[in-house]
């Protein structure tokens, strides 16, 4: 797959790709930068610039530095397709990232105990202390572990 600026003779840009049907996603294969020309399209709200394309377009930014702002986030975007985003949708857009890396809270919960052992294991006299609390039959809150 092929994209370029066919109705803009001047724009140089163009991006070779290919679908993995496996993945369900797309990988660039080559990317001429810079994209220069401006678009009036991209200038207007579109549905498609929601926290999920964000998140695609920032993951492996984000992947590099974790501690990223949500206004660097934005003026990235910006820079890149020429549209504001909201903060909220920066927000929401960098969440899915950390999760894609690092899994939703409830599951890093759910192995947390195993991790925790293997470094007890790993590392002779460690003491671990959990400190939680159960609020209903079923639901723990923790605070820190030491």
């Known amino acids: 797959m092929q994209l ?3 109705h ?3 724009c140089q840009w163009y991006l070779n790709g290919v679908y993995h049907n496996n993945y369900d996603s797309f990988e660039i294969l080559k990317l001429k930068e810079p994209h220069i020309c401006n678009n009036p399209m991209v200038m207007q709200p579109h549905h ?3 926290s999920d394309f964000i998140a695609n377009m920032m993951l492996t930014i984000v992947k590099a530095k974790i501690s990223i702002k949500l ?3 934005q003026a990235t975007i910006y820079k890149d397709i020429l549209y504001d985003i909201l903060y909220k949708k920066s927000w929401l ?3 899915k990232i950390l999760e894609r890396l690092f899994r939703s809270y409830e599951e890093f919960f759910q192995i947390l105990p195993r991790l925790l052992l293997a ?3 790993s ?3 460690i003491i671990i202390e959990w400190n939680h609390k159960m609020v ?4 723990i809150v923790f605070g820190r572990v030491f």
């Open 48 to 50: 498609w610039i929601d």
């Open 71 to 73: 206004t660097t986030i």
């Open 8 to 10: 803009e003779p001047s």
């Open 4 to 6: 370029q600026r066919k």
């Open 123 to 125: 590392n002779f006299g």
């Open 119 to 121: 470094l007890k294991e």
């Open 93 to 95: 857009a960098k969440q």
């Open 136 to 139: 209903d039959g079923d639901t």
